[in-house]
Structures are given as C-alpha cells and as structure tokens.
C-alpha cells in the first residue's frame, strides 16, 4: 500500500484517491434520479404468485445437500419464503448498526459539506430499506427471525468500539454479500414479483452505499494511525466471523419440519453453499485485500469465517 503525508494527495493500492466532496456530489445528484418510496413503489395489496419461489433456489442453505434432495418441492419452496424472511432479518439488524455507525461518522464533520449530507442521505434510504424489509415479511407470511441474543450483544459492542475504519469495512461486510445475492434475485422471472421489486429497489440505492464505504474505507487506511487501521484488521475479520454464522437463522428449519442438527451439520459440509458464500463475498474480500484490510490476525479470522478461500 502506497501512502503519502501530503494530505493534497493521498493515494493507496489502487490510486490516487478522489476528492472526498466531488465523491459526495455526484453521490447526491444519484440519489435524487435514483431513490425510490417503497410504500408507493411497490404493490403490497397483490396476492402471492403461485408456483414462484421467494429466493431463488441456488441461494438456499440446504440446495443441493442429501436433505435437499429428499424434500419435496413444495418444502423446499416453504424453506426459501423462511430464508428470504431470515435475510431481511438480519439486514434490517445490520442496517440499525450501520445507521448508527454513520451517525456517528459525522458527528465531528463539517455539517454543511456534501459528505455529511450525502451521510444523511444514506441514512434516510436505511430507515426505508428497513421498513421495506420488515414490510416483506410480514406480507410474505413468515416470522421475523431476530439474530442470537450473543450476536445481538456483539453487534452493540462492535457499533460501540469500532474504528472508523472499522466501521466502513463492516459496512461493506454487511451490503457487498446481500447485494450480489439480490443481483441475481431480482432479474429472476421465478421469484415473486414483491421480493423482486424490493431486492431491485435495494441494489440501486445500495450501489451508492458501496460506492460512498468504499472511498472512505480506502482515504481511512491511508490517513489512520498504525493502531487503528491494525484494529480495524481484527474487528473486520471478527464482524465476517459473526456475519458468515448470522447469516442462516437454525430456527428456519424448525419452521419447515427439519430437524435442525441435521439442517445445519448439512450446511456446513455443503461444498455449493461454501462456493456461494464466498463467490458473494469475492468482490469485497479481493478489494479489502487490495487496500490492506486482510492482513495478520485479520485475515485468519476471515479464513475461519468460511468467506475467504
């Protein structure tokens, strides 16, 4: 990683690094084209489609395990309605965390700069990414599946400790995965029209989310201190080992008639969900990489995450 101490030119890995408030400009002129009112949107008052599945089948925990295989088609459908719920779960829990992580990212900005409003920005198209998902549910028929009471409690340590490195890159953990699953989910003509319009509301409105993390991940692992960017490494690859264990709720299969040991014991020795859990996470880890995010400890957790190859 190139650094440099002339703050009227930082560059790193990958270049020279842009103008934090051009960033923030072109950022604000998206969103004003691009942001969308879900409630208005999207029609919440049309029956299900019968025979359409509510993730696609490919992304399901148990696709193409034994279990899987002796489902039948209509459990395995009900599986998926679960997981899609489990999902939004578990994003709108993340995007609490990133909203307050951003709060405080710019409580010591200038508050009349492009990047603290393009901030503010963000954090309205949160609250109605987490309204739309809890919306989903709810319309879908399947409970909300909060994380583990200890996940819970390491999120709130997490939000509380982290760097501000350390807070893009978990930002980036927790959109990079989920957005190229919706990639695929809402051009797919087998999924239901309600889940496609949300993951396609999402991955427009995400793709500024990344864009904004990711240039200020990399001015913060140029600018930071030794101590901070070596912490932020741990506390990254620590939040991918809780996200890699969040991201399937056990009690989905208790809800389908699974038994649950056998469920995830399944998972876990599945080669096709390994390759889709990291082919996922390939984008973000080859970019933390590229910056000097996975080094040391850090990447030794990523490993043990099962996101890293």
């Not at 809800?255 to 014991?265: K, T």
């Not at 995010?293 to 850090?298: A, D, F, H, K, N």
Request: proline share 5%.
């Amino acid at each position: 990683m190139t650094t440099t101490t002339d703050h009227a030119f930082l560059a790193d890995a990958l270049g020279p690094l842009k103008d934090r408030e051009q960033i923030a400009a072109r950022l604000l002129e998206s969103s004003a084209k691009h942001s969308f009112d879900p409630d208005r949107e999207l029609d919440w008052d049309a029956p299900p489609v019968e025979g359409k599945w509510y993730w696609p089948p490919e992304l399901v925990s148990l696709y193409d395990t034994p279990l899987w295989k002796k489902m039948p088609e209509e459990q395995r459908m009900d599986l998926a309605r679960h997981e899609a719920a489990a999902l939004a779960s578990l994003g709108i829990w993340f995007e609490i965390i990133l909203m307050q992580l951003m709060v405080r990212h710019i409580y010591d900005k200038s508050l009349t700069s492009n990047h603290v409003r393009y901030a503010l920005t963000e954090i309205a198209d949160e609250c109605r990414h987490s309204m739309m998902f809890a919306r989903m549910i709810r319309t879908g028929g399947a409970p909300a599946y909060p994380v583990s009471r200890l996940n819970h409690n390491l999120g709130r340590i997490l939000k509380t400790v982290s760097t501000t490195p350390g807070s893009f890159a978990c930002t980036l953990l927790g959109e990079e995965i989920l957005d190229w699953m919706q990639r695929l989910t809402f051009p797919d003509e087998r999924i239901q029209p309600l889940v496609r319009g949300v993951t396609r509301i999402h991955v427009v409105e995400e793709a500024r989310h990344v864009r904004y993390a990711r240039e200020e991940l990399r001015r913060q692992m140029v600018t930071a201190p030794r101590w901070e960017r070596e912490l932020t490494r741990i506390s990254c690859g620590e939040a991918a080992r809780v996200f890699s264990l969040a991201f399937v709720n056990p009690a989905v299969y208790d809800n389908v008639g699974l038994d649950r040991r056998e469920a995830v014991a399944q998972v876990r020795a599945s080669g096709h969900r390994r390759e889709v859990m990291q082919t996922g996470a390939k984008r973000l880890t080859d970019f933390l990489d590229d910056i000097g995010v996975l080094r040391g400890v850090g990447r030794k957790l990523w490993k043990s995450s099962g996101l890293l190859a």
